[in-house]
């Protein structure tokens, strides 16, 4: 016989335990004026981005306890119409933006830069916190 399990019980931690949950957005596709060489000036390059947002375990089954996945894609999409130079940059800006949400405390980005390299594969990756 399945167990059923309540999903914020789950949730919660036990007494003196701390207790963060996850939020991932996974394989963001987006194109972005982003590069420091002249080739890639004004010419669009394809990022995949990984979010990883840690929020405070739901105590109600409200999207407001949280923080919605269309949001992290609009944050992204955003940032990928602003003229950057680095994948460093572009990763700190968006953990920094979702870090705006009260209900995160910690964000990691990973960008990774599809055909920078001819063989291999550019990426950075960040973990910012709120204290």
């Known amino acids: 016989m ?3 399990v309540d999903p914020m019980a789950s ?3 036990q007494e003196g335990a701390a207790c963060l949950q ?3 957005v996974r394989d963001i596709r987006i ?3 982003i590069g420091v060489h002249a080739h890639e000036r004004g010419r669009p ?3 995949n981005v990984h979010v990883r947002l840690r929020i405070d375990p739901l105590s109600e089954d409200e999207l407001g306890q949280t923080i919605d996945y269309n949001l992290v894609l609009s944050y992204a999409t ?4 602003q003229r950057i130079s680095l994948i460093e940059t572009f990763a700190r800006r968006l953990a920094e933006t979702c870090l705006r949400t009260s209900s995160v405390r910690e964000a990691e980005v990973q960008v990774e830069k599809i055909g920078a390299l001819p063989n291999g594969l ?3 990756r960040i973990v910012l916190t709120r204290h």
């Open 2 to 4: 399945a167990e059923t």
């Open 31 to 33: 194109a972005a004026d």
């Open 22 to 24: 996850e939020v991932l």
């Open 78 to 81: 955003d940032l990928a119409g």
């Open 122 to 124: 550019a990426a950075t």
């Open 45 to 47: 390059q394809a990022l």
């Open 11 to 13: 949730a919660q931690c």
